[in-house]
């Protein structure tokens, strides 16, 4: 079992660029969630998936991000339009949400320079 | 976020000692989490707990969600569990899965 992963782990981009980023969640998990985590905020809830459907949003911003999950052995997340503030190590969790089998793996992250 | 207050912010301890690290909720949550970020940087699982207490080595957890928080205890202190610890937990009425951290504490162990 590789664990989550994610690709890829560094990226660079200049002000104004899209960013992709790309999560393999561990085979048979059901939900797949994406964070982020900066200095001054921590870890923050961005979005996630259950059985491919988007269930919640609301912790994306709503302009420039956009996330997806066209099956159920990957999911993207995509920023347009980079802003320097987008800079930040984005992580990714797969969860086989169960009962108490909701314990979330989450993946080592892409760390995101917007220069 | 502002729904799980971690603390300490830092702990220093020598080898062979122990403390606890906690985090109280400001809101009922379900289920709570905590992590070790390694070397690499990687969220390491330590604990998942619904309720009650759970034991691992030298670590142990505790959970209440009734009385708001959770502990995770480190007896015998060692220097490789040097590192960041974070809790997380999933908040009662709340996306189910969907965690609210804490702002981590960051353990260095002294030999």
């Known amino acids: 079992n590789a664990g989550v992963i994610q690709t890829p782990r560094h990226k660079v981009t200049g002000k104004g660029q899209e960013a992709t980023l790309w999560c393999e969640p561990i085979?048979?998990?059901?939900?797949v969630f994406w964070y982020r985590q900066t200095i001054v905020q921590g870890l923050e809830f961005l979005t996630y998936?259950?059985?491919?459907?988007?269930?919640?949003d609301s912790g994306m911003p709503k302009e420039r991000f956009s996330a997806q999950m066209p099956n159920q052995s990957h999911s993207t997340l995509k920023i347009q339009s980079t802003q320097p503030q987008d800079s930040a190590v984005y992580l990714c969790?797969?969860?086989?949400?169960?009962?108490?089998?909701?314990?979330?793996?989450f993946g080592p992250g892409t760390r995101l320079l917007v220069l | 976020g502002d729904q799980v207050e971690q603390s300490p912010s830092a702990l220093s301890l020598h080898e062979g000692t122990g403390s606890a690290l906690r985090c109280n909720f400001t809101?009922?949550?379900?289920?709570v989490q905590w992590f070790r970020k390694n070397s690499r940087g990687s969220l390491i699982n330590l604990f998942y707990?619904?309720?009650g207490t759970k034991e691992n080595g030298r670590l142990k957890s505790a959970f209440d969600s009734k009385e708001r928080y959770s502990t995770l205890h480190i007896r015998d202190a060692q220097l490789e569990d040097s590192g960041t610890y974070f809790c997380?937990?999933?908040?009662?009425?709340?996306?189910?899965?969907?965690?609210?951290f804490g702002a981590g504490t960051q353990l260095i162990v002294i030999p």
């Open positions: 969790a797969s969860s086989f949400l169960g009962v108490n089998q909701d314990t979330q793996y």
């Open positions: 085979s048979g998990h059901s939900a």
């Open positions: 998936f259950r059985n491919q459907a988007p269930i919640d």
């Open positions: 809101t009922t949550m379900r289920a």
């Open positions: 707990l619904a309720s």
């Open positions: 997380a937990a999933e908040a009662e009425g709340s996306a189910l899965g969907r965690l609210h």
